[in-house]
T-cell receptor
Framework: GENVEQHPSTLSVQEGDSAVIKCTYS??????FPWYKQELGKRPQLIID?????GEKKDQRIAVTLNKTAKHFSLHITETQPEDSAVYFC?????????FGAGTRLTVKP | EAEVAQSPRYKITEKSQAVAFWCDPI?????LYWYRQILGQGPELLVQ????????DSQLPKDRFSAERLKGVDSTLKIQPAELGDSAMYLC????????????FGPGTRLTVL
């Protein structure tokens, strides 16, 4: 089955700096890669996703890149703000099976 | 905006007791998922329904866990008997259909087993 690894587990940046979170997956058949943001005590919320036929997607300050050959994808947050502080999860989806990474706790210091 | 509903939000129980969680997916969503999220980890799929049928329950500890979605709408997850290691957040999610990937999560039920 699919195995998703996520790094780093914790990330601390200064407000205004960029943050990058990386994930690798094992199943080359995975074709959908969402990123979820989970604030303390709240539900995971989808912030951006990418499908296997696209290499990059951007939505305002958030971008995701996908390298199918290397089987890794990354989340990029630019101009970070304190409200970006949360746990971020990547996931890989194939054939009705969604596997999540272990999460990255991002702290944005004012 | 439609959301997945779950209840209760918090549950404290003693080991060996029975607990039940309820989930109401977004209206019209045929696929429903139950996940367990241990503190500091990502969600892990327990069971997946397509309408009233189980699609995948390979990760469900069937000796103590059961799930049903009798009318293909809302769903119940039960644990009997609860064990200390069951303490976790139980998340429900739904998606439009079996091959539609975007999943919407509910607020979760935080279970503490004493």
């Amino acid at each position: 089955g699919e195995n998703v690894e996520q790094h780093p587990s914790t990330l601390s940046v200064q407000e205004g700096d960029s943050a990058v979170i990386k994930c690798t997956y094992s199943d080359s058949a995975s074709n959908y890669f969402p990123w979820y943001k989970q604030e303390l005590g709240k539900r995971p919320q989808l912030i951006i996703d990418i499908r296997s036929n696209v290499g990059e997607k951007k939505d305002q300050r958030i971008a995701v890149t996908l390298n199918k050959t290397a089987k890794h994808f990354s989340l990029h947050i630019t101009e970070t703000q304190p409200e970006d502080s949360a746990v971020y999860f990547c996931a890989a989806y194939n054939n009705n099976d969604m596997r999540f990474g272990a999460g990255t706790r991002l702290t944005v210091k004012p | 905006e439609a959301e997945v509903a779950q209840s209760p939000r918090y549950k404290i129980t003693e080991k060996s007791q029975a607990v039940a969680f309820w989930c109401d997916p977004i209206s019209g969503h045929a696929t429903l998922y139950w996940y367990r999220q241990i503190l500091g980890q990502g969600p892990e799929l327990l069971v997946q329904f397509q309408d009233e049928s189980v699609v995948d329950d390979s990760q469900l500890p069937k000796d103590r866990f059961s799930a049903e979605r009798l009318k293909g709408v809302d769903s119940t997850l039960k644990i009997q008997p609860a064990e200390l290691g069951d303490s976790a957040m139980y998340l429900c999610a739904s998606s439009l259909g079996l091959n539609v990937d975007e999943q919407f999560f509910g607020p979760g039920t935080r279970l503490t087993v004493l």
